[in-house]
């Protein structure tokens, strides 16, 4: 814990005048970042006692080593930069706003030759006009196939509108007149981006122009008796309306606005968002943070309207900004956001009428999101704890096993030998630590003696990490030169577990702790769950420890154990299929998997290709006579395959099973490899 005197700046030095200032810790790390209309002022409030600062302020100004600060001209620039500077270091005592999802918006690709409608996620492009955001992707496409009768502007993929085009066939919509077909030439490109522009205007809430015209041209045609015309034309108008529905009218008609407001207590802070354009809420969305600085509703709602408006432009940022609180000064805040919308936003806080009924409709949902997620995360965190307390307890621990890792070997009769290392931290998965073993000290099917190996290699690389760090100094010599990875930092082995939970009774135990204790490491729990009774096995006791049925700490080894046994066994079935799916041609030298296909495609089978002659190999595209010399060598030497058996009816096939799909692919069996975790 540092000393905020020992890096505090002489009062000469720190400019009278606006800027950004940055707390940075002793790694050099930025953990703070804040703005001021005086730098002087500001910056001599952290400086004072520590017993008169908030809590949270006070462990910020322990925590930083070094403090330094940017002078700008005017307090908008410093708003801009403060922004920048919290998106590019993640400040962790500056406020972030968390959210589970990313919402979907209907998206129309004004950029593309023929624009598009369709469902967007994550980050904004130019050229694309966006609509929400939606609490649901479901309900934009019921919206979009509404609004497909009156506006049938293309919705296929990029494959999909090349195909028809080659084929001069359109998709089904096409033909059922929900698609005006660019495809196929029923509609320029002209008349299709007229429409297009269109279906975006009725989005954007202009409603009652193309509901006019719709009735006129509905009554021209019940007048000309062309009734069918007519009858399509009300449909059409029923359709618009039914859309309209899903967001009712909130504020008079042609209203541009969002409403932000704030629900809060003394650790966290819940803010909700509504969208209203065209006086019709278009898009709803929430954030939760932790009150990590000890902050105001003003300064909460500044900070939610940078991450808000921060990349946004032109008309994603709306006239009329309603807040529960102003920013303290407001002044910089509004010129800002005028600066990003090219005219005139209006920020304040509604008094009377819909605008402030609404605000208050905003503000209950503020609230039941706070509520919401602070019972999720009581029972969450409740649960946990409850359940490392019970292991602990049960296993006679010092304190709870903040870090689990749990080991599973997995074979098939002896065979392709894996095992699985996955990782739990304070009662959560954390994948990025699984790792996945090869059993190489031995051949055929041992699982005590696995589980030894595993344990060893595992923790031997623990022991080298803490000796490159200096942690530890008397080990032994010649460890492993291969635990860097590729591109030099090491293995992410360097974390001790608290236990060591391996998949199995007393020999699994017994293997592990032995592993341990050879390699002089005594401070690490081990234990074994078995799966027959679920009993609880330690070392060195010839009984095991039995949790009750209904105890969240037996729950927790479970999730553990069994995560261990998937993660495990997926990579073996992995590792057989691919050791299913080899042949003799692997081992003739120079022969890729291009050629390879190649061979196959034109003898049908493998067994064919094995009676086929030095010449009727010649005859396959990029077979020279030396390498079709070394083929028949190879499949010659090679033994004969075992017949492949239909399974289900228990007939031996004459022919060997094409190991290749239609398209020349090697097939795959058993289930796909996971990418997550790494190979040891």
């Not at 972030?96 to 990313?102: A, H, I, L, M, W």
């Not at 606005?257 to 209203?276: G, K, S, Y």
């Not at 956001?337 to 005219?343: A, D, F, I, M």
């Amino acid at each position: 814990m540092a000393d905020p005197s020992s890096y505090r700046p002489q009062p000469g030095q720190i400019p009278d005048s606006p800027g950004v200032y940055r707390f940075r810790d002793e790694h050099r790390r930025v953990i703070y970042v804040g703005k001021a209309k005086s730098l002087r002022q500001r910056l001599a409030s952290y400086f004072q006692d520590l017993a008169g600062l908030h809590p949270r302020t006070r462990t910020m100004v322990t925590t930083a080593a070094s403090v330094e600060w940017t002078v700008v001209s005017t307090e908008v620039e410093a708003l801009q930069l403060e922004y920048s500077w919290i998106k590019e270091y993640d400040p962790r005592f500056n406020v972030k706003y968390r959210d589970d999802k990313s919402y979907p918006y209907l998206a129309v690709t004004m950029n593309e030759e023929f624009p598009r409608v369709q469902v967007m996620r994550g980050h904004k492009k130019k050229g694309v006009r966006y609509f929400g955001p939606y609490g649901h992707a479901w309900a934009i496409r019921d919206t979009v196939d509404l609004l497909l009768r009156v506006f049938p502007v293309r919705t296929c993929s990029a494959g999909v509108f090349k195909n028809a085009t080659r084929t001069g066939r359109p998709c089904l919509l096409g033909y059922i007149g929900k698609c005006s077909a660019p495809c196929v030439g029923r509609v320029s490109a002209e008349e299709h981006r007229e429409l297009a522009e269109e279906f975006s205007d009725f989005m954007a809430g202009r409603t009652g122009t193309y509901l006019r015209r719709l009735e006129k041209q509905m009554t021209a045609a019940a007048e000309e008796m062309e009734y069918e015309r007519a009858a399509r034309l009300r449909d059409d108008i029923e359709a618009l309306k039914k859309a309209m529905e899903k967001n009712a009218v909130v504020l008079a008609d042609a209203t541009d606005a969002d409403l932000i407001a704030v629900a809060e207590d003394e650790l966290e802070a819940a803010v909700q968002i509504f969208h209203v354009r065209g006086g019709r809420v278009r898009g709803q969305r929430g954030w939760v943070t932790d009150k990590v600085e000890e902050i105001t509703t003003g300064a909460l709602v500044e900070h939610a309207l940078q991450q808000l408006y921060g990349e946004e432009t032109g008309d994603s940022v709306p006239k009329e900004v309603l807040v529960p609180a102003l920013p303290d000064p407001v002044e910089p805040v509004q010129e800002w956001l005028t600066v990003r919308r090219g005219s005139n936003v209006s920020l304040r806080i509604p008094q009377r009428g819909d605008k402030k009924a609404l605000m208050e409709t905003v503000q209950r949902n503020a609230q039941q999101a706070l509520v919401l997620h602070k019972t999720k995360r009581a029972s969450d965190l409740t649960t946990r704890s409850r359940a490392l307390e019970e292991i602990a307890e049960a296993l006679d621990l010092d304190s709870a096993p903040l870090r689990i890792e749990c080991y599973d070997i997995s074979h098939l009769q002896g065979d392709d030998v894996v095992a699985s290392m996955v990782v739990f931290e304070d009662g959560l998965q954390r994948k990025s630590e699984y790792r996945r073993f090869q059993i190489k000290g031995f051949e055929g099917q041992d699982d005590v003696r696995s589980m030894h190996e595993v344990i060893t290699r595992r923790f031997r690389r623990y022991l080298a990490e803490k000796e490159k760090t200096g942690e530890w100094t008397d080990g032994e010599d010649g460890l492993d030169d291969g635990l860097k990875n590729d591109d030099g930092r090491p293995k992410r082995f360097a974390y001790p577990p608290q236990l060591v939970v391996v998949d199995g009774g007393q020999p699994q135990v017994a293997a592990a702790k032995k592993a341990l204790d050879e390699l002089g490491i005594d401070d690490i729990a081990v234990c074994g769950l078995a799966k027959r009774l679920e009993e609880v096995w330690l070392p060195h006791d010839d009984d095991p420890v039995v949790l009750p049925r209904t105890s969240e700490g037996l729950y927790l080894l479970q999730r553990v154990r069994d995560e261990a046994h998937r993660f495990a066994i997926t990579y073996q079935r992995a590792k057989r299929a691919k050791r299913f799916r080899s042949s003799p041609l692997d081992d003739v030298p120079g022969l890729g998997d291009t050629r390879k296909q190649a061979l196959l495609k034109h003898f049908g089978s493998l067994k064919k290709l094995r009676s086929a002659t030095i010449d009727q190999i010649c005859e396959v595209p990029g077979i020279g006579r030396k390498t079709a010399e070394t083929i028949a060598v190879a499949l010659a030497q090679a033994a004969p395959a075992t017949p492949a058996v239909n399974t289900a009816t228990g007939e031996i096939m004459e022919e060997e099973p094409d190991t290749t799909g239609s398209g020349g692919e090697p097939v795959t069996m058993g289930a796909p490899d996971e990418r997550r975790g790494q190979e040891t």
